[in-house]
């Protein structure tokens, strides 16, 4: 406050303009506050950031782009600017890994993995025409027949995945199939509206929800209770983690959240994995479900986590540049511990984005 406001005497128009230069300069000022209380929006003035305008930009030229070109010259389109932005990403630096996946650090793997990951995330924006018939023989699924009986009977399942291949698709082409299928997601659901491409209005299972979120426990309980499906990560989030062997002293901690529902819901756990077979053609892979002894009521599920991972480390063995940089990472050098199951703080992973 100036001296002259102290002492009641009027601001002249050269001490308003020192006012004004200060406040510009990082100086905060009262009005700017008081414009922001009186302001008539919900939440004040709020500024459209970069990613949004990007994301809004996506949402609205890439269905439109499709609508238009044949998936032909779609593909040819796209996969330009996404060999481009991984030109420029470049390489990361080489990461200690076990044996299996040791052809994961080399510099085509690493940019023919970027490449795939920019060209099949255009796809997310799509997800009211993966249901179309134009689309929807690009995605064959196998395993299928052995669940359809299980789903007509009204068994839940739990669908197991880890952050491998085109992983961001795989709700939309399982409810595209008509499989009642839910993702669940870390963060709140209070945190504001979801992404766009979130969205599911074409698929036959059109009526619910496309995600859940850690705060709404309640619902993903009653969607199993009326034989739904949950899709599930294994290898991301915070909570209780079991360390399942690889073999030559690595180990993968896998989080046990959805072996624990599947063991206090009776629900089936099954293994997913979707892998890209170029071009836009995608194979999902459903394994075999775990046995039933595996999901006792007791606190060792490393027996369902060895079940679940055995299933999968087949296809991260056959395509290492589809292993994505949260799940590489995600292998650690075994540690002798008295129990198998830890906690582990939350890891920074490539989630729907990397």
Not at 155 to 180: D, E, M, Q, S
Not at 241 to 262: C, E, K, Q, Y
């Amino acid at each position: 406050m100036l001296e002259s406001q102290r002492r009641g005497k009027p601001i002249t128009q050269s001490q308003s303009l020192c006012m004004n230069t200060m406040g510009g300069f990082g100086y905060r000022t009262k009005a700017p506050r008081a414009r922001a209380r009186e302001d008539p929006r919900p939440g004040g003035p709020r500024r459209l950031g970069t990613k949004k305008i990007k994301e809004a930009l996506r949402t609205c030229v890439l269905p439109a782009m499709e609508r238009r070109l044949s998936i032909r010259q779609f593909y040819c389109a796209i996969r330009t600017a996404a060999f481009t932005r991984a030109v420029l990403r470049g390489n990361a630096p080489p990461i200690p890994l076990p044996p299996c996946l040791r052809s994961a650090n080399s510099p085509p793997t690493i940019r023919a993995s970027h490449t795939s990951y920019y060209l099949n995330r255009a796809l997310r924006y799509l997800a009211r025409a993966l249901a179309s018939p134009k689309w929807k023989d690009r995605c064959r699924i196998q395993g299928l027949e052995q669940v359809r009986k299980a789903q007509e009977e009204g068994v839940p399942h739990i669908l197991a995945f880890c952050h491998f291949g085109p992983y961001h698709l795989l709700p939309f082409w399982l409810r595209a199939a008509g499989l009642p299928v839910t993702a669940f997601l870390g963060g709140k659901s209070n945190a504001g509206p979801g992404p766009a491409w979130f969205e599911d209005r074409v698929s036959p299972c059109r009526e619910m929800p496309t995600v859940f979120y850690e705060d709404q426990m309640r619902e993903v309980i009653k969607s199993l209770a009326a034989g739904n499906w949950l899709l599930m990560a294994i290898d991301s989030g915070a909570g209780h983690r079991v360390d399942v062997p690889v073999g030559n002293g690595w180990s993968f901690p896998m989080a046990t959240g959805a072996i624990r529902l599947a063991c206090r819901h009776r629900a089936r756990l099954i293994s997913c994995c979707i892998i890209d077979e170029g071009r836009w053609r995608f194979r999902i892979e459903l394994g075999r479900a775990a046995p039933t002894p595996y999901l006792a009521g007791n606190e060792d599920w490393t027996r369902a986590g060895r079940h679940l991972l055995d299933e999968m480390l087949i296809h991260f063995r056959s395509y290492p540049s589809q292993c994505s940089s949260g799940l590489v990472r995600s292998f650690q050098p075994r540690r002798d511990q008295t129990a198998a199951l830890t906690k582990y703080r939350p890891r920074t992973c490539c989630g729907v984005r990397e």
